[in-house]
Structure formats: C-alpha cells, structure tokens
C-alpha cells in the first residue's frame, strides 16, 4: 500500500472511532467549552461537532507512536503501518 492509502485508512478507522468512542458523551456534554456562540446549539450540531474533535482527538494520538519510530529512523511507509495500528488500537479500545 501507499503512504496516501495506508492515511486514508487511518482517517477513516479514526472516524469510525469518533463516533463510537466512550469519550463521545463527555465532548458533548463540553458542548459551551467547544461551540461558537454563532452557532445555534441543536442535538445535531452538537453529535457532528463532538464526533469530529474525538475523531482528530484519535487521529493526533494515534500519530505519535508513529512520529516518534519515524524520528528515530523508520521508513515512512512503516511509520504509516505504525500510525494505522495506532489507530486500529484506538478503535478497539472504544469498542470493548
């Protein structure tokens, strides 16, 4: 696989973790931490808005196992297989 490919598997398993995380009902319940004032605060808007900072909350964790083995001299395709499995982890550990 490609570096471009093995990152968009690791965006989509970050996704994916964005919405089933048990994180998910504490960013929604920050809802007045996170929520511009200019938007209007529906269930729908809240639901997207969580799921997406939980889902880059995942994708910049799973990336520093991956950051740290390309620093110390990893290929970049084997630090992607790293982040991908970082985020395999991250989406298990939101599972069970």
């Given at each position: 696989m490609t570096p471009?490919?093995?990152?968009?598997?690791t965006v989509a398993l970050c996704l994916v973790n964005g919405l089933i995380s048990p994180a998910l009902p504490?960013?929604?319940a920050l809802?007045?931490?996170?929520?511009?004032?200019?938007v209007?605060?529906?269930n729908e808007v809240i639901?997207?808005?969580?799921?997406?900072l939980v889902s880059t909350g995942t994708l910049l964790l799973a990336g520093l196992p991956?950051?740290?083995a390309e620093r110390a001299g990893l290929a970049?395709?084997?630090?992607?297989?790293?982040?991908?499995?970082?985020?395999?982890?991250?989406?298990v550990l939101g599972l069970g």
């Open positions: 471009q490919n093995l990152f968009v598997a504490v960013m929604m809802w007045p931490v996170w929520l511009p004032e200019m209007r605060p529906s639901f997207y808005g969580a799921s997406l991956a950051a740290i970049l395709d084997r630090a992607m297989w790293v982040w991908l499995g970082g985020a395999g982890l991250l989406l």
